[in-house]
Nanobody, 128 residues
Framework: QVQLQESEGGSVQSGGSLRLSCAAS????????VGWFRRAPGKGREGVAA???????????SVKGRFTISQDSAKDSMSNIFYLQMTSLKPDDTAMYYC??????????????????WGQGTQVTVSL
């Protein structure tokens, strides 16, 4: 069974940086689609960044140039840690952030419906 565990988020001032991590275990795939999503108050969940099964990265326009997704895969491919490095943070980045994974990005790397496994969410707050 795939399980995802996110690191704690945090509160930072505008312009600051934060790195989130997600420890994934229970993989049975040599490669997987991994992604980060967020839900701001009063809004739906949106795709922020993802790595598809070919290793290509995808970013929402709102975070391009500021956020970086990366991953470290164990040789046995039964565990994986992936990261979201966030820089030049803005108050609009305030949201609950979720990591997610699945065997493929079938419906698009930033599409919520592509992912069947989710972390519990971690709060990121950016103040002026």
């Amino acid at each position: 069974q795939v399980q995802l565990q996110e690191s704690e988020g945090g509160s930072v001032q505008s312009g600051g940086s934060l790195r989130l991590s997600c420890a994934a275990s229970g993989y049975r795939e040599l490669r997987a689609c991994v992604g980060w999503f967020r839900r701001a108050p009063g809004k739906g969940r949106e795709g922020v960044a993802a790595i598809d099964t070919d290793g290509n990265t995808h970013y929402a326009d709102s975070v391009k140039g500021r956020f970086t997704i990366s991953q470290d895969s164990a040789k046995d491919s039964m565990s994986n840690i992936f990261y979201l490095q966030m820089t030049s943070l803005k108050p609009d980045d305030t949201a609950m952030y979720y990591c997610a994974t699945d065997s493929s990005c079938l419906w698009g790397a930033l599409a919520e419906v592509s992912f069947g496994y989710w972390g519990q969410g971690t709060q990121v707050t950016v103040s002026l």
